[in-house]
């Protein structure tokens, strides 16, 4: 019985494991977004065409933005879902383009990208949850009505 009084308290942290998932995916994106920038001074090429590079050049801002957003809690929802997109191009890209497996010796597979991708879908589908900025706007502009993120009841 014991145990299932602790599991049910878990639950009462799950703002602060949303807290958590947004840190983690925000330094992920921030720093493969920066990596990015080097774009911005590439030449287009046989092996880097110029479409390659304009999308490279996107993601170098795009990602970072959205990495920020997800740090402060701030348009969660929005910036999970191009970040969603993102990630199912990195798949689609390893796995149909590049021949990649999920897991390689050789090189990265697209396992990480996956995992990423479901951190994603979980923030997009919850949200930033009590500490956001989105939700105290929330409670300011619904006096108090917000229904965003998860509550413990005590």
């Known amino acids: 019985m014991k145990m299932c009084a602790m599991f049910k308290k878990l639950h009462c942290g799950?703002?602060?494991?949303?807290?958590?998932?947004?840190?983690?995916v925000a330094a992920a994106f921030i720093l493969h977004g920066i990596a990015k920038f080097?774009?911005?001074?590439t030449v287009a090429s046989?092996?880097?065409?110029?479409?390659?590079?304009?999308?490279?050049?996107?993601?170098?801002?795009?990602?970072?933005?959205?990495?920020?957003?997800?740090i402060f809690g701030l348009m969660t929802q929005l910036a999970a879902f191009g970040l969603i997109l993102v990630m199912v191009g990195?798949?689609?890209?390893?796995?149909?383009?590049?021949?990649?497996?999920?897991?390689?010796?050789?090189?990265?597979?697209?396992?990480?990208?996956?995992?990423?991708?479901?951190?994603?879908v979980v923030l997009f589908i919850i949200g930033?949850?009590?500490?956001?900025i989105e939700r105290i706007l929330c409670k300011k502009m619904c006096k108090g009505e917000c229904e965003q993120g998860t509550c413990c009841k005590k």
Do not use: H, N
Not at 14 to 24: F, H, I, Q, T
Not at 38 to 41: E, F, G, L, R, V
Not at 60 to 68: D, Q
Not at 128 to 132: L, M, N, P, V
């Open 14 to 24: 799950s703002d602060v494991a949303l807290v958590v998932v947004r840190l983690v």
């Open 38 to 41: 080097s774009a911005w001074q």
């Open 46 to 70: 046989d092996q880097m065409p110029s479409g390659i590079i304009t999308l490279m050049k996107v993601l170098s801002i795009a990602e970072p933005l959205a990495g920020v957003a997800l």
């Open 90 to 120: 990195a798949v689609y890209m390893k796995q149909f383009v590049w021949g990649i497996g999920y897991s390689s010796v050789s090189t990265t597979g697209w396992e990480y990208d996956l995992s990423l991708f479901a951190l994603c």
């Open 128 to 132: 930033g949850g009590r500490y956001s």
